[in-house]
């Protein structure tokens, strides 16, 4: 029986294969994109990926049933949350210029296997929200039509009651997307050009609709008359919050276009936090003229904007509202084709995924079989699928790549700078890491031993400490901690974080409700994760971190990402448990594709050596050159039966 059961070096080796990282190239500029992208364009794809139709429904909806006017509260704390998860992208935008987004922050520095599951859970998440604007863009359409397109529908071609399919089949919704399809097919520079015009249509009609709102508005429906300001409290403002967090979510279109980008180490930080900033005062600014128009119990949930100028008397409003959302869901519908077939070519290109999707057409230099294969996709989902069931499924990946991309930061942040190492020579064992330091490259082969000489002589090792290593001043506390590897301490850090803080709002989440704990048992979990958290959070710092780089740094690390994992697992945890399901069944298919396919196409496995048995034994003595002296006793492709006697020799000196 126990000869069948796997050795514990398979083992190990497996576990390796799962969490290597991503080796970067040394010149990460070099692309098959097009980089033809300014700080104006991605500006501009972030905020049409933001300002969409949750401009004109989500402000009514959450002003109405959630937040009351307070709902401007709701979107000034949602936009600084949102905040801490842009910094993460802006970094990682600038450091690593390469498409993928979240998927390719992962990969290079949490692992494969979770850049993979954050990868397969974005596709998912860019299909559902592509079809779904699309079908409401559909609606939206109809409406004004009086749903004479719907009812055309319904009588010459049917209708049908199948589980899980939609009550008819939308022509319009596919229709639309297969145009956009064709359109970012032709390149970025067209992608950037139409999302220019929609945007500057949905700005001026957003800009009409500030100066006329507040033309019209009347203070007194804040008053106490019309229940007050915050009507329903601290509680409504934080459920508001949670709510209109997810009106933020597509600025990673930025990140996922930092390969086409012509400065990505300027343009990527400065599009993400103008977009963002531009797109948070136009949510505030249309809360509070449209709350200020009329008495927000009396709001339309639907389309909230247009009611409001209809019942001021500027009904002719309502074709400018309408013209500006129907825009502003162009918009949102090109983010989404523009973002998705490039995070698919990343993986491809990666060797995760297949190898089809990786091919950039010659002229247009886009990954265009992604494009087409993902548009006609989307475009099946609009046609046929009931989405609404759908929808809320997109938070929990969005929410799950914002903790991922958070936690990468601090690890790649207290890790040394990573190198292409050149190929071993035969004989030679590989790395098991990747955290080298640039040198020569004769030593670094045999980092089992040389990477740990920075911790012998503990003179140098004061005078310059590398990232990943304990700060000096609490060297005399925490010395046990000097030997370990430089990182090493850190990402056990970063997992006790993110174990802490998913006890911590599972406790806040479920506490009282689902577990009904006493008080004094919920009150003690509460102190005991925070102050796990905690002491990771003080662990972390306790190290020293890159400094000195020349790209964008996200400030005030590792606090400002350990608040954006904590505020992402806890809205993740207040999905409903069909959600969840969806999720995990979802996962389970990505797994099957990573060890069916991807852990054996990986270029990362193709990289990595056979494995070859090499012994060697280490002596090194507190006098003369510490680097002579390994030099010596390092093994060689010849076989290591003398080198007892380099070790007999040695002593014997």
């Not at 609404?388 to 991922?404: N, R």
């Not at 306790?542 to 904590?566: K, N, W, Y």
Request: glycine share 8%; aromatic share 12%.
């Amino acid at each position: 029986m126990a000869r069948w059961l796997p050795r514990s070096a398979d083992l190990t080796r497996f576990c390796q294969k799962l969490n290597r990282v991503k080796t970067l190239e040394d010149d990460m500029m070099e692309t098959s994109f097009n980089r033809c992208l300014s700080t104006i364009d991605l500006t501009l794809l972030g905020i049409g990926g933001m300002v969409g139709s949750g401009l004109y429904v989500l402000t009514g909806t959450v002003a109405k049933e959630i937040a009351g006017p307070a709902v401007i509260v709701s979107f000034i704390i949602a936009g600084f949350a949102s905040l801490l998860a842009a910094l993460c992208y802006a970094e990682f935008g600038a450091r690593v210029p390469k498409t993928g987004s979240a998927y390719m922050f992962t990969y290079v520095s949490v692992g494969e296997i979770w850049a993979f599951l954050i990868g397969w859970n974005v596709l998912l998440e860019y299909m559902i929200g592509g079809a779904a604007v699309a079908r409401a863009w559909s609606g939206y359409l109809d409406s004004i039509f009086n749903h004479k397109i719907k009812n055309f529908t319904e009588t010459h071609v049917g209708t049908w009651q199948v589980p899980f399919l939609a009550h008819y089949p939308d022509f319009l919704a596919a229709a639309i997307l297969l145009v956009a399809t064709a359109f970012i097919s032709f390149g970025a520079k067209v992608s950037s050009w139409l999302n220019h015009v929609f945007s500057a249509i949905s700005m001026g009609v957003i800009l009409f609709i500030l100066i006329m709102g507040f033309v019209l508005a009347q203070p007194k429906n804040w008053s106490a008359q019309e229940g007050g300001f915050a009507p329903y409290g601290l509680s409504g403002i934080m459920a508001g919050t949670a709510t209109c967090f997810y009106a933020f979510v597509g600025f990673d279109v930025i990140a996922a276009s930092s390969e086409e980008a012509r400065n990505p180490q300027r343009a990527v930080p400065r599009a993400i936090a103008f977009s963002l900033g531009l797109a948070t005062g136009a949510y505030i600014l249309v809360s509070v003229v449209l709350t200020l128009m009329v008495p927000w119990h009396t709001l339309d949930p639907d389309s909230a904007l247009a009611d409001a100028f209809y019942r001021r008397g500027y009904a002719w409003a309502g074709f400018l509202v309408a013209a500006g959302s129907i825009c502003a869901m162009n918009t949102v519908l090109l983010s989404n084709l523009f973002s998705l077939p490039r995070i698919v070519y990343a993986m491809a290109e990666d060797g995760l995924f297949f190898q089809v999707f990786s091919r950039v057409h010659p002229r247009t230099q886009v990954p265009v079989v992604g494009i087409v294969v993902f548009g006609l996709l989307m475009a099946l989902l609009a046609l046929v699928f009931d989405l609404e069931a759908l929808v809320q499924f997109l938070s929990i990946g969005t929410l799950l790549a914002y903790t991922f991309v958070a936690a990468s930061i601090i690890v790649l942040r207290f890790q040394q700078q990573k190198v292409d190492a050149p190929a071993p020579a035969a004989g030679g064992r590989p790395s098991p890491q990747s955290h080298e330091v640039p040198s020569t490259g004769e030593l670094k082969e045999y980092e089992s031993f040389s990477d740990k000489l920075q911790l012998v002589d503990r003179d140098k090792s004061k005078e310059h400490r590398e990232p990943g290593q304990l700060k000096a001043a609490f060297e005399p506390y925490l010395e046990f901690l000097s030997d370990f590897y430089p990182g090493e301490v850190v990402t056990v850090a970063v997992v006790t974080l993110m174990v802490s803080a998913i006890c911590l709002c599972s406790i806040l989440v479920f506490g009282n409700t689902h577990l009904h704990l006493p008080t004094w048992s919920y009150s003690l979990l509460l102190v005991l994760f925070s102050l796990g958290f905690l002491l990771s959070l003080l662990l972390i710092w306790a190290h020293e971190q890159q400094h000195g780089t020349q790209t964008f740094q996200i400030p005030l690390v590792p606090l400002s990402p350990a608040l954006s994992i904590v505020l992402n697992i806890y809205l993740m945890l207040k999905l409903s448990y069909m959600t969840w399901l969806r999720f995990a069944i979802w996962l389970l298919l990505g797994l099957l594709v990573y060890f069916g396919y991807g852990i054996w196409h990986s270029k990362e496995n193709l990289r990595e050596p056979r494995p070859q048995r090499v012994s060697a034994r280490y002596v090194v003595f507190p006098s003369g050159s510490l680097e002579e002296r390994v030099q010596a006793v390092q093994p060689s492709s010849q076989p290591a039966a003398g080198l007892p006697d380099t070790d007999t020799d040695d002593c014997k000196r």
